[in-house]
């Protein structure tokens, strides 16, 4: 399998038929306007030149965010054996959170118009850089990014500690895990803080798997590299005591930090049915959700809070996407597709109340929304 995301398919399915005789159209037409809706925005974003790679900000961001990391290291063996190294645990986690952001544009091709450049740069970032595995995320992420929110399809949407689906939900045999599921919203965020350990973990697991891993031996190699020297460095600074206790504290706030960038994208948008198809316009749209705030938002974020845009058009450059949403916006609205932004902390109030709701067996899955656009 590539290790650069792919463009997912755009090619509609069996649409809903109008009930109304003065807007009956033919499976063909319908399926022909909503592949045309998709390819006029695509057209004027073209034209706009919004598609063009943003070189100059991008080698910015991997020249001073690795010199930032060097920078980090000699404070961390300058400040010594204390417990102010708690400080520098943060400093490294947020640190390394924004450089996984780059290995996520690196890998959606964002970057260079080059694949191999991409591919090794997401490797270097992703597994040398960060320790986690490039091969696995890849493999999950293509997968979100073919089919948001649609049950059965969605790896986002699989059943773990947290039901994020009314049949998994369902699934819960005992009254203790019931119960916790109808509280389950509240706990979601504490659950987090393990959420770096399991990036690890998973990407640890997919290389070493019997399965097929493109330059499996590249990623194992990056990957000990970086855990190796990085447990060294801490273990030969620090105590054993306040190794651990730095160890904790900076996977804690990284996976925090990650999940706090990437669940209020999809958590709460509508589920859409293993059997209903949707042009790949509304698909992407009506299934995600923006997060307003300004640019500080925008580097909080690494540029996920343009999510509707991002899935829209993988491949554009992170500063584009600010530029390109007005007309994302204006295209949505003229025609009449549902196009969703809110506040930071009103996205996180949204994930709460959906994840207690599905919890608590109160969510249905979602209609597909062209058959309420053609209801009269």
């Given at each position: 399998?590539?290790?650069?995301?792919?463009?997912?398919?755009?090619?509609?399915?069996?649409?809903?038929?109008?009930?109304?005789?003065?807007?009956?159209?033919?499976?063909?037409?319908?399926?022909?306007?909503?592949?045309?809706?998709?390819?006029?925005?695509?057209?004027?974003?073209?034209?706009?030149?919004?598609?063009?790679?943003?070189?100059?900000?991008?080698?910015?961001?991997?020249?001073?965010?690795?010199?930032?990391?060097?920078?980090?290291?000699?404070?961390?063996?300058?400040?010594?054996?204390?417990?102010?190294?708690?400080?520098?645990?943060?400093?490294?986690?947020?640190?390394?959170?924004?450089?996984?952001?780059?290995?996520?544009?690196?890998?959606?091709?964002?970057?260079?118009?080059?694949?191999?450049?991409?591919?090794?740069?997401?490797?270097?970032?992703?597994?040398?850089?960060?320790?986690?595995?490039?091969?696995?995320?890849?493999?999950?992420?293509?997968?979100?990014?073919?089919?948001?929110?649609?049950?059965?399809?969605?790896?986002?949407?699989?059943?773990?500690?947290?039901?994020?689906?009314?049949?998994?939900?369902?699934?819960?045999?005992?009254?203790?895990?019931?119960?916790?599921?109808?509280?389950?919203?509240?706990?979601?965020?504490?659950?987090?803080?393990?959420?770096?350990?399991?990036?690890?973990?998973?990407?640890?697991?997919?290389?070493?798997?019997?399965?097929?891993?493109?330059?499996?031996?590249?990623?194992?190699?990056?990957?000990?590299?970086?855990?190796?020297?990085?447990?060294?460095?801490?273990?030969?600074?620090?105590?054993?005591?306040?190794?651990?206790?730095?160890v904790a504290v900076q996977?804690?706030?990284?996976?925090?930090?990650?999940?706090?960038?990437?669940?209020?994208?999809?958590?709460?948008?509508?589920?859409?049915?293993?059997?209903?198809?949707?042009?790949?316009?509304?698909?992407?749209?009506?299934?995600?959700?923006?997060?307003?705030?300004?640019?500080?938002?925008?580097?909080?974020?690494?540029?996920?809070?343009?999510?509707?845009?991002?899935?829209?058009?993988?491949?554009?450059?992170?500063?584009?996407?600010?530029?390109?949403?007005?007309?994302?916006?204006?295209?949505?609205?003229?025609?009449?597709?549902?196009?969703?932004e809110t506040s930071m902390?009103?996205?996180?109030?949204?994930?709460?109340?959906?994840?207690?709701?599905?919890?608590?067996?109160?969510?249905?899955?979602?209609?597909?929304?062209?058959?309420?656009?053609?209801?009269?």
């Open positions: 399998m590539s290790q650069t995301l792919e463009q997912p398919d755009t090619s509609p399915g069996p649409q809903p038929t109008d009930p109304r005789p003065s807007a009956r159209r033919t499976p063909g037409s319908v399926r022909e306007r909503q592949v045309s809706d998709f390819t006029a925005l695509t057209a004027r974003v073209q034209q706009a030149g919004l598609m063009r790679r943003a070189y100059g900000y991008y080698w910015s961001k991997l020249i001073g965010l690795t010199a930032a990391g060097l920078g980090l290291a000699v404070a961390f063996v300058l400040i010594g054996n204390t417990w102010w190294q708690v400080i520098t645990a943060v400093a490294l986690a947020l640190l390394m959170t924004q450089i996984a952001f780059l290995g996520h544009d690196a890998a959606h091709r964002q970057i260079f118009v080059s694949g191999k450049w991409n591919e090794w740069v997401s490797l270097v970032v992703v597994n040398l850089f960060t320790g986690m595995g490039l091969g696995w995320w890849n493999r999950k992420h293509n997968k979100h990014h073919a089919a948001p929110n649609k049950t059965g399809a969605d790896p986002d949407l699989e059943s773990g500690v947290l039901a994020f689906t009314p049949d998994a939900a369902a699934a819960r045999r005992t009254r203790l895990g019931r119960w916790l599921a109808t509280k389950q919203g509240y706990f979601f965020y504490p659950l987090l803080l393990l959420e770096g350990v399991n990036l690890h973990v998973q990407g640890i697991k997919r290389v070493l798997s019997r399965g097929e891993v493109k330059r499996r031996w590249v990623e194992l190699a990056f990957i000990s590299v970086r855990v190796l020297s990085y447990f060294a460095l801490v273990f030969l600074v620090l105590s054993p005591g306040k190794a651990v206790v730095f996977l804690a706030v990284f996976g925090l930090y990650m999940g706090l960038s990437f669940a209020p994208n999809h958590i709460g948008m509508p589920l859409v049915p293993p059997t209903t198809k949707i042009d790949f316009l509304r698909r992407q749209v009506l299934m995600s959700r923006n997060i307003t705030g300004g640019r500080w938002v925008d580097t909080f974020m690494g540029g996920l809070n343009f999510q509707v845009e991002h899935h829209l058009f993988p491949s554009m450059a992170r500063p584009n996407l600010r530029r390109v949403a007005p007309l994302v916006r204006a295209h949505c609205e003229q025609l009449g597709v549902r196009y969703t902390a009103q996205s996180f109030r949204a994930v709460t109340a959906y994840i207690n709701r599905v919890g608590r067996g109160g969510l249905d899955v979602w209609a597909c929304p062209l058959a309420a656009q053609y209801r009269v």
